[in-house]
């Protein structure tokens, strides 16, 4: 099921870069998408909208296009979205998310990393950030963020496979852990 979804996910995605580039909306695209990302984690009845069996194509649809008319997503965005509804495809919008910046960043000559911190970077510490990134890995590097008050503090950064836990959650866990193997 993983594998399928992940198809259906890019395929989608692929499709709506293409109208994107097509429409020279590409940026406004992945700003909006970013967005949803942002929300699908801040908000646990967006993201039971978008995965509930339960509701209608209809009530799925009118809730996701309220969403992306209150947030001002570009009309290429909520077209986008009403089709998803339309289709019962709303549950791989996460994926379809990911997929979409993947392949903008794929084309663009860059390589895309996830960035979730505790609280809101500034812009100096985004840049920063990025920097060491770029650094790092060894060509342009575009950051997605993504907040998770949960990580306590510190970062989980991702990278193609890679991936870099350094929240304060994560290390209390392994302390809890080494914790009662002493006890």
């Known amino acids: 099921m993983a594998s399928e979804t ?25 700003s909006d998408l970013s967005a949803l990302r942002q ?13 509930s069996p339960v509701l209608t194509r209809d009530d799925q649809g009118k809730g996701v296009l ?4 209150k947030a001002g997503a570009h009309p290429l965005t909520a077209k986008f979205l009403g089709v998803l509804a339309a289709n019962r495809r709303l549950f791989a919008l996460p994926r379809m998310i990911d ?8 084309r663009r000559g ?3 990393a996830q960035v979730t911190s505790a609280v809101t970077l500034s812009e100096e510490q985004v840049a920063s950030v990025t920097e060491a990134l770029r650094k790092v890995v060894g060509q342009k590097v575009t950051v997605d963020l993504t907040v998770d008050p949960s990580l306590i503090g510190g970062l989980i950064v991702r990278v193609g496979s890679r991936m870099i836990d350094s929240s ?16």
């Open 168 to 183: 304060l959650r994560t290390k209390l866990q392994r302390l809890q852990l080494a914790m009662k193997g002493i006890g």
């Open 6 to 30: 992940q198809g259906l996910a890019a395929r989608y995605a692929l499709a709506l870069y293409e109208l994107a580039d097509e429409g020279k909306v590409l940026d406004d695209v992945a």
């Open 99 to 106: 997929a979409y910046l993947a392949e903008l960043a794929r």
């Open 66 to 69: 309220a969403v992306a008319e």
């Open 39 to 51: 929300l699908l984690s801040d908000s646990p009845e967006f993201d039971r909208l978008i995965r």
């Open 110 to 112: 860059e390589v895309a």
